[in-house]
T-cell receptor
């Protein structure tokens, strides 16, 4: 079974600064997907960024980028120019690549609470 | 485009009572998931449907939890009887099909007292 570990329960950053959230995972599979989700107080999980394991290039989405180290099984999220609206819980998640059976549920870490200081 | 709808938003029940949650996925989405999120933890998959068939229910406590997706659209998740440890947020998500992005609803917060 796959596991996802987020070792930072809480992180704090000044507005406009850069912050990095850490995530490690354990799997015996060679092909999979990794995700970062944002969960504001409304509780709705919002996809921030996605990385396919077979791609060497790190994914980027505007101010959000990842550092994917497949050999180390590490998948960190960097948020540049932090904004007050970035304050939320951030979850790292793993998903196996598509299997014939169709099971593709996400395995989540415990989350990191990100605080933005004005 | 309307998102994933869930109701109720909040529910408080006594232990040993039964409770049901409802989910309406995004129109045209064949895949539907139910997750349980206990306070301080990440969501855990309970069950995945593809149309009205179950794809994965390996983590569903089948002695007290049940779920159905009649006609491959709406879904209900039921707990009977509820225990204190079932207090959690129950999230529903849907995707067009497997291996595509999943969209989440706002969840139902269940408190068992």
């Amino acid at each position: 079974a796959q596991t996802v570990t987020q070792s930072q329960p809480e992180m704090s950053v000044q507005e406009a600064e850069t912050v990095t959230l850490s995530c490690t995972y354990d799997t015996s599979e060679s092909d999979y997907y990794l995700f970062w989700y944002k969960q504001p107080p409304s509780r709705q999980m919002i996809l921030v960024i996605r990385q396919e394991a077979y791609k060497q290039q790190n994914a980027t989405e505007n101010r959000f980028s990842v550092n994917f180290q497949k050999a180390a099984k590490s998948f960190s999220l960097k948020i540049s120019d932090s904004q007050l609206g970035d304050a939320a819980m951030y979850f790292c998640a793993y998903r196996s690549s598509y299997s014939g059976g169709g099971a593709d549920g996400l395995t989540f870490g415990k989350g990191t609470h990100l605080i933005i200081q004005p | 485009e309307a998102g994933v709808a869930q109701s109720p938003r909040y529910k408080i029940i006594e232990k040993r009572q039964s409770v049901a949650f409802w989910c309406n996925p995004i129109s045209g989405h064949a895949t539907l998931y139910w997750y349980q999120q206990i306070l301080g933890q990440g969501p855990k998959l309970l069950i995945q449907f593809q149309n009205n068939g179950v794809v994965d229910d390996s983590q569903l406590p089948k002695d007290r939890f049940s779920a159905e997706r009649l006609k491959g659209v709406d879904s209900t998740l039921k707990i009977q009887p509820a225990k204190l440890e079932d207090s959690a947020v129950y999230l529903c998500a849907s995707s067009f099909t497997v291996d595509t992005e999943a969209f989440f609803g706002q969840g139902t917060r269940l408190t068992v007292v």
